[in-house]
Nanobody, 112 residues
């Protein structure tokens, strides 16, 4: 199993970023995937999940209405579209399969 995130960077508050997670080594469409972020002050925070076969998506209250999780099953890529970014969204974002598999993370920094 391999998960490789990309797309992080520096953005001004109110801006947008799209994170990508290239996945391999497992049945991509049949696996639930999620995003978790880590900040120095708050630790780890689960923020979104997409179930197998895209039956459902879930979001933490802190990002609901601003972030959208999706996947491209042809390319085996998981996405996180992040809009209306806030300074408190600054974190390292990880693509995960449950708690068992994690990518290396990508840094998102939102300047106010």
């Amino acid at each position: 199993v391999e998960l490789v995130e990309s797309g992080g960077g520096l953005v001004q508050a109110g801006g947008s970023l799209r994170l990508s997670c290239a996945a391999s080594g497992f049945s991509f469409r049949k696996t639930g995937l999620g995003w978790v972020r880590q900040t120095p002050g708050k630790g780890f925070e689960w923020i979104s999940e997409i179930t197998s076969d895209d039956e459902a998506t879930y979001y933490a209250d802190s990002v609901k209405g601003r972030f959208t999780i999706s996947r491209d099953t042809a390319k085996n890529i998981l996405y996180l579209q992040m809009n209306s970014l806030r300074s408190e969204d600054t974190a390292v974002y990880y693509c995960v399969i449950g708690l068992n598999y994690w990518g290396q993370g990508t840094q998102v920094t939102v300047s106010s």
